[in-house]
């Protein structure tokens, strides 16, 4: 391509990123009115016993008869990806569906993140514009690709993770150095518009840094602890995941039903332990201020049961993505953790959460990009570490059957 041909596709490139951020922002900006207004804002009208059960079963109806009409969606974000990976697009048809299906169980307080259903909207949308700008042929191409690094970089205020998580631990080689530029000049214009609007509205959507920890006198059987309890929180996962499957799998395409069962066990769930509500971006940092108040048991009932309702979550109907619930999982279990063992709380929720994740995810750079965000630079190292050793421990050939884990 010619240098002329090169700037287009360049500011093409920016735009797209530009409108990916707007889109996030303007999602998860819907969805905080919404849950102020479904957990803030009526209750405070409505004084009633069992509002969050009666909530949450009429909303995973709702959400049941709208799968009923327009389908089942979104997909989870490991779907997403390998759909893009495989055909270079994504469908863009019944966006408008798609953008309910996804931010109506994350108002409804759904153990689910928005990663899922922003990454598939904005791969649809991608692949939509490739198709009315052919001019550029194969380059355009990538875009469904170039949207999805974009989405997963801004949600998770990490443009290094955005780029790494979709190729990390993949048999293909990195995109060549043109294709690169391309993916960070939409990374980073999405993330700027993003902030951009953060900064103008005064809101603080996203994630940021918990705090500062040193790492003078480590307790470093405590750490060996610490990661294996990540592995083993991993295995709560899978075995959850694989019972939620079998659970809900007799009940096939009927939405109805297993929207009404996921948003029942919800409703009980949320009313006896408030925390396993929500996706937990601001329940982490909670933790810190209250982890005390909370209580100790409380904390890792919290954890284990948060792991397993957004699998329920999921396999019911209420679907979104996994990485912010299960955050929040091992921030929850690593601070009981440092009551338990007289350790840094904010050194032992980065031991845990990050063994945790790289257990499950088997990307353990990509795991550190994204937690970095959330943790002290200055436990980079100690990451690095807990996420190889958490990747080094081979997890049983009958939960590794389960696919779909992001």
Sequence with gaps: MDIKN???LTLYTVIIGAIAGLIIWCFIRGMNLGIDFLWSYLPGLIN???YTIVVCLIGGISIGLWKSKYGDSPQELEEVIKTVKKNNRYSYNNLFPSIV???FPLILGASIGPEAGLTGIIAGLCTWAGDKLKIFNNELEELAQIGITATLGTIFASPLFGFVEPIENEESTLPKTSKNILYFVAILSSFGIFIFLNRITHNHAGLHSIGTATLAN????????LIILGVALSYVFFISQKLSKAMFKSLENNYIL???IGGLMLGIIGTLLPLTMFSGEKQIYLLLDNGMQIGLIILILTSLIKIVLTNVCIESGLKGGQFFPLIFSGTAMGYAMSVLLNM???ISMTIVTTS???SILRKPIAVVLLLMIIFPMNLIPLMLISAVAACLVKIPQFLEATPDAE
């Design 101 to 103: 299906s996804s931010i």
């Design 6 to 8: 090169n700037l287009i």
């Design 48 to 50: 009633f016993k069992y």
């Design 258 to 260: 297993k929207g009404a």
């Design 218 to 225: 480590l307790n470093y059987p405590g750490i060996i602890l």
């Design 344 to 346: 840094d709380p904010i």
């Design 356 to 358: 945790f994740m790289a």
